[in-house]
């Protein structure tokens, strides 16, 4: 069997690895402190990191210096621990708790550790999922594999109970996270069926009750909180894990707490911690008849409830789960140990493919989809979650649609935002991003049709590919560099930039012109009012007016500088507004050129328009006075709601005003 691949659990409170030994046997491998599990905590001390019970320790005397409960900010890109002036990650934090497992491991196992399958909550997405491989890169481990808890405890247990065809529930209460899955293991196959969870539900929560309920009394006792001062919230909080495990032997507990020369001594029973936490188990039922109801399937067919993660040795949870299945759960498997367990006999067969070896163990497991990933669609005056593959799919799964073609001439790239959830409004849901696809050959506009692959890989992680059918060319793919959120999209808020492109040749002298600047400055004034909006003025001829700006002094300022004069340099203009509004990712650019005559340069002024059409850009076209060549603009204009005719200065204006309420936000 190939050397250095492990199983790590990688958990909110306590983490564990464990190995495949040469005779195909899981065992855990206890740390260098002698202990079977490390909790998850880090000191920074001087410039050492320090990971483990001494950091735990600490925390009462440093707590500025010690950090806990990573896991649950995993993939959350705003939080960051700071010590010293530095700025840590979740990923970087997570780090060190793996580097930690895998140094004791190389020193219990004498060699090198360098390959590993790591855990995660099933419930965690794409981003939480992408943040723990790159923890484990950054630990200097090759991650064969993610994955999901659940799934390793029951590939655990399956291994102890090959060849019988059962239905497993795996009942999986962290300290941090809880997951419940339905699994059926048929022979050597693991089929999960249904999985469902919540990332920030765990033990964590239950001593969070127990803690508040403390410092009430405190307070109500002595007039302070306890919890004002961090070392004495730290203080509390160990006391407060220790008197809840207690309490899982025994029916009554004593609690002291001392905090500014002010002590109380809180007793505590066993009905009392349940009723402070009764919501919270009953979160955890909630979520167990889900995952019956999505595989069909009733408490009456569980054949065994397995229990994973440190919390459900709390004496509520076994009695909730014996009178909800009619039968006490399985006790085969430590609840502590059982995830790294069923991670290492995976990591095991993952080193063996990978060495092209023979696997060392005859089991296969075969997982579901999460969440339902979905695309944002436009329907209705509002966004949907379009579901592409449904939550509770087996991984890998993949879809591909067929349905998309360009919009407009010369069309290049292509926009998508996914999103991970069951919501119908994707705001509800975890936003993947915005994925922009380019390289799409410039045809006429419908004339590229494009299949979009989605898909998700065998570690749960989202993939996504285009393809141009008439080249068979695969597209590349970028996350959009723009500031644009999802929420902005959906509240009409998307940045947006306005070049008004106006005629200044000879024949705008006197009241044309003096229409044109008033029509102008009405319509300057509708647009910036609302938010993220910006606006140009370019004459032709004349060149740039005005960058963009907010400022609507200085666009006015800009329109008053218009002088007629010359020709009718059309091109020019667009040219100067193409240059000044340069395509940026989430920024629509809307180009409104307003001319009363013929330009000089039609051929150039259709090369230009094309360009700016290629680019995305949205062009509207006012024609003003009776010599106008209606149909020439009009085929300038991006759709034939974008060309405006106006032979009266009054027609002028009210388009103008017109078109600037239809480029403000949509009514909520």
Not at 59 to 80: L, N, T, W
Not at 140 to 166: C, H, M, Q, S
Request: proline residues 5%; charged residues 25%.
């Amino acid at each position: 069997m190939a050397v250095g691949a492990v199983g790590i659990d990688l958990g909110t409170t306590f983490s564990a690895i464990a190995h495949v030994n040469q005779h195909g046997v899981p065992e855990i491998l206890p740390n260098a402190e002698g202990d079977r599990i490390t909790p998850s905590v880090i000191l920074f001390e001087d410039d050492d990191v320090i990971v483990g019970n001494y950091a735990k320790q600490a925390a009462v005397v440093y707590p500025e210096q010690v950090v806990e409960f990573v896991k649950r900010h995993m993939g959350d890109p705003s939080f960051r621990f700071r010590y010293r002036g530095r700025d840590y990650t979740p990923e970087k934090l997570s780090s060190f708790i793996l580097a930690k497992l895998k140094h004791d491991a190389e020193l219990r196992l004498g060699h090198k550790v360098e390959q590993a399958v790591i855990t995660v909550p099933a419930y965690f997405n794409d981003v939480q999922r992408r943040a723990t491989l790159r923890a484990g890169e950054m630990a200097g481990l090759r991650v064969l594999k993610l994955i999901n808890e659940p799934t390793a405890a029951a590939f655990a247990y399956g291994l102890n109970n090959a060849g019988r065809d059962i239905r497993v529930l795996v009942f999986d209460l962290g300290g941090g996270t809880f997951d419940v899955t339905l699994v059926d293991v048929e022979g050597r196959d693991i089929n999960v069926i249904a999985t469902d969870g919540d990332h920030k539900l765990g033990g964590k929560d239950w001593d969070d009750r127990l803690i508040h309920h403390v410092a009430d009394a405190f307070r109500d006792k002595h007039g302070v909180s306890p919890l004002d001062e961090l070392s004495s919230y730290h203080d509390l909080r160990q006391k407060c894990v220790s008197a809840k495990i207690s309490l899982t032997r025994r029916p009554k507990v004593n609690i002291f707490h001392d905090y500014g020369s002010k002590v109380l001594r809180l007793a505590v029973d066993r009905a009392r911690f349940e009723g402070l936490t009764a919501d919270l188990l009953d979160r955890t039922r909630q979520l167990t008849e889900s995952v019956l109801r999505a595989a069909s399937a009733d408490p009456a067919s569980v054949d065994v409830v397995l229990l994973a993660g440190g919390s459900t040795r709390m004496p509520m949870v076994r009695s909730a789960l014996t009178e909800f299945f009619g039968k006490p759960p399985a006790t085969d498997i430590n609840p502590d140990e059982a995830i790294a367990l069923g991670a290492a006999l995976t990591a095991a067969i993952e080193s063996a493919e990978l060495a092209g070896e023979e696997s060392p163990i005859d089991l296969r497991t075969h997982d579901v989809t999460s969440h339902s990933l979905g695309m944002v669609a436009y329907r209705t005056k509002r966004l949907h979650n379009s579901k592409i593959i449904a939550k509770n799919s087996r991984i890998p799964a993949e879809k591909t649609r067929e349905d998309y073609t360009t919009t407009h001439d010369g069309q290049t790239t292509i926009d998508l935002w996914l999103v991970q959830g069951e919501h119908e409004d994707p705001l509800d849901c975890s936003v993947l991003g915005h994925f922009e696809f380019y390289g799409i050959p410039a045809r006429p506009a419908g004339h590229s049709q494009l299949a979009v692959t989605y898909r998700y890989n065998s570690n749960g992680i989202v993939e996504v590919e285009a393809m141009d059918l008439a080249s068979g060319q695969i597209l590349p793919h970028r996350l959009a560099a723009g500031q644009v959120t999802l929420e902005d999209l959906a509240q009409n808020r998307a940045p947006m930039q306005v070049a008004l492109v106006i005629d200044c040749s000879g024949s705008m002298y006197g009241a044309n012109i003096r229409d044109a600047k008033a029509a102008a400055l009405a319509f300057a004034e509708r647009v910036l009012e609302q938010p993220n909006r910006q606006l140009a003025v370019i004459a032709f001829p004349g060149g740039v007016k005005s960058t963009p700006t907010s400022d609507l002094q200085g666009v006015q300022r800009a329109l008053d500088s218009l002088t007629p004069i010359g020709s009718t340099p059309m091109s020019e203009g667009l040219a100067d507004a193409r240059s000044l509004l340069r395509p940026r990712a989430g920024i629509q650019r809307v180009f409104v050129v307003m001319t009363d005559g013929h330009p000089d340069d039609p051929d150039a002024t259709v090369a230009e328009v094309h360009r700016l059409r290629t680019a995305g850009a949205r062009i509207i076209t006012i024609g003003v006075g009776p010599q106008v060549q209606q149909n020439f603009l009009a085929s300038l204009a991006s759709g034939p709601s974008d060309f405006h005719f106006c032979s009266q200065s009054l027609a002028l204006e009210g388009t103008f005003i017109n078109l600037a309420t239809e480029l403000g936000p949509a009514e909520q």
